[in-house]
């Protein structure tokens, strides 16, 4: 069964203080993952997608990157608009459903 | 384009009443998602749909659950009957091509009392 494991499940920081989340994941073939951020009372927002060990992404203060294992998403000197859940989804190729398997998230408050 | 939307936003039902949500995805998008978020569990994937083909719905959780895709832009989730272990937030998203980037709707607020 796939498993997708987020950490920390929250994290507060001062803004501009960098730090990194960490998505875990368990597929028996990974087909991509993904990372989405979600707004307190809207649906998940598509940020980046990362195919094989090595990638990695960048779009202003978030960075992703991916290894066999896991995925992290840094972020750069954030500000206060940085603040909601970022979510870490895969897709497995191995077979089963073609839908995402998420992680619970990282709830990350950004302070001014 | 107005991107992906459900309705309703809100809905509060009792126990045994049938709910109904529905979805339409973006135009040109060929596959349609059903997912229900809890706090406990977070986001689960419920069915999906390509080319309006129900293609798993392994994740459904019991026969009340049930989805329809008449035509490319309109599916609805029913519930029937409804229980209170159904409240969550339920949302439809949809992908131009499986396995490429999802598009989420705003979600509907499910509440069975």
């Known amino acids: 069964e796939d498993q997708v494991t987020q950490s920390p499940e929250a994290l507060r920081l001062q803004e501009g203080e960098s730090s990194s989340l960490n998505c875990s994941y368990t597929v028996s073939g990974l087909r991509g993952l993904f990372w989405y951020r979600q707004d307190p009372g809207k649906g998940p927002e598509f940020l980046f997608t990362l195919y094989s060990a090595g990638e990695e992404k960048e779009k202003e203060r978030l960075k992703a990157t991916l290894t066999k294992k896991e995925s992290f998403l840094h972020i750069t000197a954030p500000k206060p608009e940085d603040s909601a859940t970022y979510l870490c989804?895969?897709?497995?190729?191995?077979?089963?459903?073609?839908?995402?398997?998420f992680g619970k998230g990282t709830h990350l408050i950004i302070q001014p | 384009d107005a991107g992906v939307i459900q309705s309703p936003r809100h809905e509060v039902t009792e126990m045994g009443q049938e709910v109904t949500l529905r979805c339409k995805p973006i135009?040109?998008?060929?596959?349609l998602f059903w997912y229900r978020q809890t706090m406990m569990r977070g986001l689960e994937l419920l069915i999906y749909?390509?080319?309006?083909?129900?293609?798993?719905d392994s994740g459904m959780p019991e026969d009340r659950f049930s989805a329809k895709m008449p035509n490319a832009s309109f599916s609805t989730l029913k519930i029937q009957p409804s229980e209170p272990r159904d409240s969550a937030v339920y949302f439809c998203?949809?992908?131009?091509?499986?396995?490429?980037?999802?598009?989420f709707g705003q979600g509907t607020r499910l509440t069975v009392v």
């Open positions: 998203a949809s992908e131009r091509d499986m396995n490429t980037e999802a598009f």
């Open positions: 135009s040109g998008h060929n596959s």
């Open positions: 749909f390509n080319n309006n083909v129900p293609i798993d």
């Open positions: 989804a895969v897709i497995n190729s191995g077979g089963g459903a073609d839908g995402l398997t």
